[in-house]
């Protein structure tokens, strides 16, 4: 190769070039060589090439390598790509990559390197690998924060794959699932798992693998939120869950997992349950004065939805107890339940157990009754026997309390279910037991109050109505059965002056209270009437009256004043009266409102003028609201059928035809009272009123008063 | 035989509220029930919904419990919505002791 051929070559090589001789001195320095090692080919040739590139550190193992070749012609470095770190003209290192390749000529060797500055792509690898470390980090970041999101949540999620087996699940649904760890869910069998629970349905039907949401999506069914119900066979705690599942879509739109989100709605469920039971319990309360029958019927409604079994015990005068009512889940096991009861002194220790909710009446749970608790109890050997035989295994004793008085208690106990009853069923318990207090409370008093109400009542109304001149009148009063709740019907007649008061109302509510409320609305009434004419302000007053008593006091009234042949009435919260001519039936009046029950209220005044041959029907809702055995109301329509042809008879006549045709419509008694006027005009020439002055012995006709003394 | 009363209170609590729906005749014999249910309602409760559209019967037992009911609505501050019934019988008596138009009613959704 001609010299200037291989100068040409050496100048324009992309590569740098340095050679170096024998001696390790430089004798060629391409261009290349200067941009990359920032030296002029002047300042280099004839220098040592280790002082001029090679780093200090590395100098040493060049001059053995050197002198070694020299030697022994062996060179470790020779003819190999190789990459190492050079020095710059400015002291700093960068990475290049080199082979060297030796020549003889003549008996003299020289040494070639040809070198590439690779700094450019040493940075990209190092570069590629921060990317790749960032990737992982942020891999790594996004599953923690999925982990850190659904980790946290209270609701189990679970992610399960074709085979129904477990591909993630949360902390939640691990723990819900009833395992300890991730691995161990991961690695059990997923219909061992179910196995573990006595799963139904709302419905209490049994729940199969087959129709949980999952797997129902996954046999390509739809799937709506499935609400179940699961016992764990060894510890017995019951949850409700909702399952909530959605398919996870491969990206060629297969399912390839479904996620399932585990609501656990115990508490609301429960809650539910609750207030259903309360509900229950109430009205079962509220049926029958018969608290003893009530109590059984409570006792039994505890059975099985809250306990296994349920005893319900009443303290006499001496603080001793009563038996009332037990019930038990197993019908057959009842006698057994009974005859531990025996044991049970009538005397009780009053520091536990019953004696002690007798006594201080506070409650006891027992979650789970500790068997030293049962042993100590047990009177003998027949006695423990039983004890074993029923398996207590959780009880609670709530007290039926009214103010600081312990009416009796109400035990509470789960045997063969092994549920442990908790602070939920003790708070239900409580609640029932106090209902159960005031319903009994309420029986007790009410056999002693009902007859004084009674009595109170009856001696409100006018013992006999007063004459008034060229009117007849008559009443009705038809009292409600003795042991229901106790109406509250009035009625008076009386004169002011030249004119005739009437009125006839219906107080709400019952006993005593009722007859205290007839009292002050009678009262009012009269009171008034001296000063205000007008019935509409009348009404107005006693409304003024009953608004300001600090318990609600509502009640209907019709108020009449006759002047002459002209009635003015006014009409609150109760039936119009029905006006009876040869014409037929008609109502009279304007329908008011409710007296003391509303804050605006306003009442007219209707004037008519009383023909004669007619009659006027005042009337409370005992009438129009008398049932038959079908449950049929006796209506507005029957009254104005049966007073259809009463028109011109007297008074009583009518009020007889009255009670007549309730008595055949009713059966049994009234559960509420009733009560009606009946004013009647006689036409003036009319002969003497037959029947008049009498009072009717006919059972069916009871209650019929009239207003003319004989 | 005595057919019995179809008498039915439904309970629902929605984060809004409580509606009771009561379905069949409110009297002297139901009356209690309600007052019962009524009285079990939370102490927090924001709003009461009594619809009344399926009752076939008044007596003033019931409409007491109604009046209780706003008094303590207003008392309590908490919005009681009375739906009115759609039966006659159930209608004339609110109407004739006015109290259709002094209590919170509303009508009932076409059925």
């Known amino acids: 190769m001609a010299p200037n051929l291989a100068e040409f070559i050496l100048d324009r090589a992309y590569s740098a070039v340095v050679s170096m001789d024998e001696d390790g001195l430089v004798t060629a320095w391409n261009p290349s060589a200067e941009a990359i090692f920032g030296r002029r080919r002047e300042e280099a040739l004839g220098r040592p090439v280790a002082e001029l590139i090679i780093p200090e550190r590395m100098r040493a193992a060049h001059r053995e390598g050197l002198r070694r070749f020299l030697a022994t012609g062996e060179g470790r470095v020779l003819e190999r790509r190789l990459e190492l770190q050079a020095l710059r003209a400015d002291g700093t290192e960068f990475p290049v990559e080199f082979t060297i390749s030796p020549l003889e000529d003549e008996g003299r060797w020289s040494f070639h390197a040809f070198v590439r500055d690779v700094s450019e792509r040493v940075e990209a690898d190092r570069e590629r690998e921060r990317l790749v470390e960032e990737l992982n980090r942020a891999l790594h970041w996004s599953e923690r924060r999925f982990e850190a999101i659904v980790g946290s949540l209270s609701d189990a999620i679970t992610i399960r794959d074709q085979n129904h087996r477990f591909l993630y699940a949360n902390p939640a649904a691990v723990a819900h699932l009833g395992f300890g760890s991730w691995e161990e869910l991961r690695d059990t069998a997923p219909d061992t798992i179910m196995s573990d629970f006595a799963v139904s349905g709302e419905d209490g039907r049994e729940i199969s693998m087959a129709d949980i949401p999952s797997v129902r999506i996954l046999r390509g069914e739809s799937a709506e939120p499935l609400l179940i119900r699961t016992v764990h066979r060894e510890t017995h705690v019951v949850h409700w869950n909702l399952l909530k599942s959605a398919p996870l879509l491969a990206e060629d739109g297969e399912i390839e997992a479904t996620i399932t989100i585990i609501e656990d709605v115990t508490e609301q469920k429960r809650a539910e349950q609750r207030s259903a039971f309360l509900a229950q319990a109430s009205e079962i309360l509220a049926s029958s004065l018969d608290y003893e029958q009530t109590l059984r019927n409570v006792a039994e409604l505890a ?408 | 035989m005595v057919r019995p009363t179809e008498f039915k209170i439904a309970h629902r609590a929605t984060d809004a509220g409580v509606t009771l729906k009561i379905t069949g005749e409110l009297d002297l014999s139901t009356g209690p029930v309600l007052a019962g249910s009524v009285e079990g309602l939370p102490h927090d409760l924001k709003a009461l919904t009594l619809d009344l559209s399926e009752l076939t019967f008044m007596d003033s037992t019931g409409l007491r419990i109604l009046i209780e009911l706003d008094q303590r609505s207003k008392r309590d501050d908490w919005k009681l919505i009375l739906i009115r019934p759609r039966h006659e019988t159930a209608a004339a008596v609110l109407k004739a002791t006015g109290a259709d138009s002094a209590l919170p009613f509303q009508d009932a959704p076409k059925a």
Not at chain 1, 566 to 575: D, L, Y
């Open chain 1, 303 to 710: 059975v099985p939805e809250v306990a296994d079994w349920c005893a319900v015990d009443l303290v006499d005068d001496d603080g001793d107890r009563v038996k009332v009512a037990v019930a038990h889940v197993n019908p057959e096991r009842l006698s057994l339940a009974e005859e531990l009861r025996a044991y049970e002194p009538e005397r009780l220790d009053p520091n536990q157990g019953l004696g002690y909710v007798f006594r201080t009446g506070d409650s006891l749970l027992y979650p789970e009754i500790p068997p030293e608790m049962l042993v100590a109890a047990a009177v003998d050997e027949h006695h423990m026997e039983l004890i074993r035989a029923v398996g207590l295994h959780s009880a609670l004793v709530v007290p039926m309390r009214i103010g600081a008085r312990t009416l009796g208690a109400v035990t509470l106990v789960t045997s063969e279910s092994r549920r442990s009853l908790d602070a939920f069923d003790l708070q239900l318990a409580e609640q029932v037991a106090a209902r159960a207090a005031v319903a009994i409370e309420n029986s007790r008093l009410y056999s002693q109050r009902s007859s004084i109400a009674r009595t109170l009542q009856q001696s409100l109304l006018p013992e006999q109505l007063p004459e008034i001149p060229d009117f007849e009148l008559a009443s009705v009063y038809l009292p409600a059965m003795q042991g229901s709740l106790v109406g509250g019907d009035f009625y008076d007649v009386w004169s002011v002056g030249e004119s005739w008061m009437a009125i006839i109302g219906d107080v709400t509510g019952k006993g005593v209270e009722a007859a205290a409320l007839t009292a002050l609305v009678r009262y009012t009434m009269r009171t008034a009437a001296e000063f205000l004419a007008s019935p509409a302000e009348l009404l107005a007053q006693v409304d003024a009256t009953l608004k300001h008593r600090s318990a609600l006091s509502v009640c209907t009234a019709l108020c009449l004043r006759l002047d002459g042949d002209r009635a003015t009435i006014a009409v609150g919260g109760h039936p119009l009266p029905l006006y009876i001519t040869g014409d037929g039936v008609t109502k009279l009046g304007e329908h008011g409102p409710l007296l003391g029950a509303f804050t605006e209220a306003v009442w007219e005044d209707t004037t008519v003028e009383l023909a004669p041959g007619s009659t006027l029907v005042a009337y409370t809702d005992g009438i129009t609201d008398a049932v038959d055995e079908e449950r049929r109301r006796f209506g507005i329509d029957r009254l104005q059928d049966a007073l259809r042809d009463v028109a011109g008879r007297t008074a009583v006549e009518v009020a007889e035809c009255l009670t007549g045709a309730l008595a055949a419509f009713q059966t049994g008694s009234h559960a509420d009272d009733t009560a009606a006027i009946v004013l009647h005009r006689p036409v003036p020439a009319a002969a003497p009123v037959s029947g008049g002055g009498r009072e009717s012995h006919d059972d069916r006709l009871a209650g019929v008063r009239h207003g003319q003394t004989d």
